[in-house]
């Protein structure tokens, strides 16, 4: 059985967590319950999350409003009759617009269908999207995460989260990836509710940079 979370579970799953780790019960005490961020399974929010891989969210989404500007609505078809150069003037680097057209193609192909995923493990959903050009891990996290609100992610590649985990924990800067893995599994089956207080306290706490996307080749709207 999937384990989700929901309006109705998010906060007592935030409680659980916070009676098991008191960084996490720190976190609730000075900034409240995170927001429960959430993403419609739509095509759009796929292009969204590629367009917010390695760069700020405010650009990501000037480049989505634009696009959305351009074509009214970002549909597989619609998308499929721009040009480079169109893609060009809605701010989708050379890249994306690659990326962006192979998905538009494989959800029109059959390729991949995006209300089927919303059954699978987590495994195989990882799985179909990694198999397309542009996608890897953290795109993949995003989207178990923020559409299919699955309860046990842990992004690490995401740079939000992992900066976050560092402070919290008071991790010097070269903790390596298996070790911030470890601290991560103590939270399970929760790793994706953590993960929200993480970038929670990262949005709310004074940083030096806004949030950016994470490693495909970050934070909720």
Known sequence: MLKQFNHSNYHSICDKLAQAD??????????????????????????????????????????????????????????????????????FSRQKTTYTKYLAEAIISGQINLTELEQLPDDVIRAKLTALKGIGNWTADVYLMFVLQHADIFPIGDLAAVNALKRVKSLPKETTREELIAVAEKW????????????????????PRPPKGGVDKQVGS
């Open 22 to 91: 008191a960084d996490l019960a720190n976190i609730i005490k000075a900034h409240g319950y995170p927001p429960l961020w959430s993403r419609p399974n739509t095509f759009e929010t796929l292009v969204h999350i590629i367009l917010e891989q390695q760069v700020s969210l405010a650009s990501a989404l000037s480049a989505l409003n634009k696009l959305r500007e351009y074509i009214q609505e970002i549909t597989p078809a619609r998308v499929l009759l721009l040009t480079d150069e169109e893609f060009k003037a809605c701010y």
């Open 188 to 207: 399970a089956p929760y790793r994706t509710v953590a993960s929200m207080l993480l970038w929670h306290y990262y949005l709310s706490a004074p940083t």
